[in-house]
C-alpha cells in the first residue's frame, strides 16, 4: 500500500489511456489518429475536429496544471488525514476523451436511450448529458463540453481544494470559452459539485448518457459500489 507521498510519485503522470488503443482498434499519435476500418476522410476530419478544440481547451486550462491539481489534492488528503488511495489525483489528456467520446460516437450510440434521439448517443449534433464523477479540477469536463454540444455536462468532486479549482476553471470556460465554440445549436453549460459521488441523495447522475470516471486507484470495494450504481447506463467509461 502506498503512502499519500509515494502516491504522488505514480499518480497520473501518465494518461490511464496510454495502452488502450490495441483494445479498442485505435492507433494514437500526436497530430495523427488512424481509427482502423474507418475511411480516411472520416479521419482526417477527426483529427482536425480534434486538433482545432484542443487550441480553445489548451487557452482554457493552461494556467490549471497537474502539478498544482496534485498539490492540492495531496495537501488536503494529508491534512485531513485521508489514507485511502481511492482519491489519489489523475488526468487524462485532451487527445484521450476526443478518442473516447469518437468511439462512443461510431460504435456503441444506442438510439432512443436517454436524451439521444434517433441517432444514439452522441450521434446527434447537440444534446446528451455527461458526468465527470471523481472530477478533479474540472479538466475533463471542460474537454468534454469542447468536443461536443452536450446539453449539460457536470463534474462531481470530492475534495474541496479540486472543487475550488473547478469553479475558477469553469469561470474560464464561461468568460472566454463558450463564444469561441462557434457553429453549436446552443450553448453547454457545465455545473459542478462538492460531494460524494456514491451518495444518490446529493446528486443522481443516472440520468447521464455518458458517464465518465477517472478510476485508476479505485479499490475493489469502491469498483463495486460504483458498478452497482452505473449499472444500467448507456456509456459508462471507467479507466
Known amino acids: 500500500m502506498f503512502t499519500n507521498e509515494e502516491a504522488d510519485e505514480v499518480e497520473s503522470n501518465k494518461d490511464p489511456l496510454a495502452g488502450l488503443d490495441m483494445a479498442y482498434g485505435i492507433s494514437y499519435l500526436w497530430k495523427y489518429v488512424v481509427v482502423l476500418q474507418c475511411c480516411s476522410y472520416c479521419v482526417l476530419s477527426?483529427?482536425?475536429?480534434?486538433?482545432?478544440?484542443?487550441?480553445?481547451?489548451?487557452?482554457?486550462?493552461?494556467?490549471?496544471?497537474?502539478?498544482?491539481?496534485?498539490?492540492?489534492s495531496k495537501r488536503e488528503r494529508d491534512e485531513k488525514q485521508m489514507k485511502s488511495m481511492n482519491l489519489v489525483y489523475g488526468e487524462?489528456?485532451?487527445?484521450?476523451?476526443?478518442?473516447?467520446?469518437?468511439?462512443?460516437k461510431?460504435?456503441?450510440?444506442?438510439?432512443?436511450?436517454?436524451?439521444?434521439?434517433?441517432?444514439?448517443v452522441l450521434q446527434q449534433s447537440c444534446g446528451g448529458i455527461f458526468y465527470d464523477l471523481g472530477s478533479g479540477s474540472g479538466k475533463s469536463t471542460i474537454a468534454a463540453a469542447v468536443l461536443h454540444n452536450f446539453e449539460m455536462c457536470w463534474g462531481?468532486?470530492?475534495?474541496?481544494?479540486?472543487?475550488?479549482?473547478?469553479?475558477?476553471?469553469?469561470?474560464?470556460?464561461?468568460?472566454?470559452?463558450?463564444?469561441?465554440?462557434?457553429?453549436?445549436?446552443?450553448?453547454?453549460?457545465?455545473?459542478?459539485?462538492?460531494?460524494?459521488?456514491?451518495?444518490?441523495?446529493?446528486?443522481?447522475?443516472?440520468?447521464?448518457?455518458?458517464?465518465?470516471?477517472?478510476?485508476?486507484?479505485?479499490?475493489?470495494?469502491?469498483?463495486?459500489?460504483?458498478?452497482?450504481?452505473?449499472?444500467k447506463f448507456t456509456s459508462l467509461v471507467s479507466l
Open 46 to 72: 477527426f483529427c482536425i475536429v480534434v486538433k482545432e478544440s484542443q487550441k480553445l481547451y489548451d487557452s482554457l486550462t493552461s494556467q490549471f496544471t497537474i502539478s498544482m491539481a496534485k498539490a492540492a
Open 92 to 104: 487524462i489528456t485532451f487527445e484521450s476523451m476526443g478518442i473516447i467520446l469518437e468511439k462512443i
Open 106 to 120: 461510431k460504435r456503441y450510440g444506442k438510439p432512443y436511450v436517454g436524451t439521444s434521439g434517433s441517432g444514439g
Open 156 to 231: 462531481i468532486e470530492q475534495l474541496e481544494g479540486l472543487y475550488s479549482m473547478s469553479l475558477d476553471l469553469n469561470n474560464a470556460y464561461e468568460q472566454k470559452g463558450k463564444s469561441k465554440l462557434l457553429g453549436r445549436e446552443k450553448d453547454t453549460d457545465i455545473q459542478f459539485m462538492n460531494g460524494d459521488l456514491l451518495n444518490l441523495a446529493f446528486k443522481d447522475w443516472r440520468d447521464g448518457d455518458v458517464i465518465f470516471c477517472n478510476s485508476t486507484c479505485f479499490d475493489e470495494q469502491l469498483m463495486n459500489k460504483f458498478c452497482d450504481r452505473a449499472s
